[in-house]
T-cell receptor, first 118, second 112 residues
């Protein structure tokens, strides 16, 4: 099956700093990736859709200047949490949509990144 | 947009019993419905999915049923085992749309 990796798996940072999270599709090309946020014991909340070569599409209520998304290649999307604050602490998960082959239209998730802002 | 509701939020069953989780959706144009299993601290994993041209799909102990008219779909797990304990999410999506809309999740606890 398709494999999606995320890096780092966890990060602790001080309030006011910026953190970059990478999402890679390892064995397929992904023109579209998604970024989710998950609070403890809650569902996945879609933050934005990352499109290769174009601007990301943000969901209502998500600050695009705070959560910068770059999808510079067919296998890499990055999420940068700028000027992080404790309320940004969460589990961030990316996913990629397969658009060819037997897994067409399926969505594969990365392992997630646990962000803790002190 | 789409609104997916999932019930129950928690479900506790005895090992060997069956478990059923139900979801409803609002957008009649949605035509792809996957189910994901998420263990604590891990990524969601696709366990089964169904498309709108099919009413039921089965994979060993897991089955999904879809009622397009009523706009609801259900996950059925038979002969539950302790390793089935996890949080299960349903989702819905339109064919040509990228967005997946997730249910709120069901925490399944299978007691040995």
């Amino acid at each position: 099956g398709a494999v999606v990796s995320q890096h780092p798996s966890w990060v602790i940072c001080k309030s006011g700093t910026s953190v970059k999270i990478e999402c890679r599709s390892l064995d397929f090309q992904a023109t579209t990736m998604f970024w989710y946020r998950q609070f403890p014991k809650q569902s996945l909340m879609l933050m934005a859709t990352s499109n290769e070569g174009s601007k990301a599409t943000y969901e209502q209520g998500v600050e695009k200047d705070k959560f910068l998304i770059n999808h510079a290649s067919l296998t890499l999307s990055t999420l940068t949490v700028t000027s992080a604050h404790p309320e940004d602490s969460s589990f961030y998960i990316c996913s990629a949509r397969v658009t060819t082959g037997g897994s067409y239209n399926e969505q594969f998730f990365g392992p997630g990144t646990r962000l803790t802002v002190l | 947009g789409e609104n997916v509701e999932q019930h129950p939020s928690t479900l506790s069953v005895q090992e060997g019993d069956s478990a059923v989780i139900k979801c409803t959706y609002s957008d009649s144009a949605s035509n792809y419905f996957p189910w994901y299993k998420q263990e604590l601290g891990k990524r969601p994993q696709l366990i089964i999915d169904i498309r709108s041209n099919v009413g039921e799909k089965k994979d060993q102990r897991i089955a999904v049923t879809l009622n397009k008219t009523a706009k609801h779909f259900s996950l059925h797990i038979t002969e539950t085992q302790p390793e089935d304990s996890a949080v299960y999410f349903c989702a819905a999506r339109r064919y040509n749309f990228n967005k997946f809309y997730f249910g709120s999740g069901t925490k399944l606890n299978v007691k040995p």
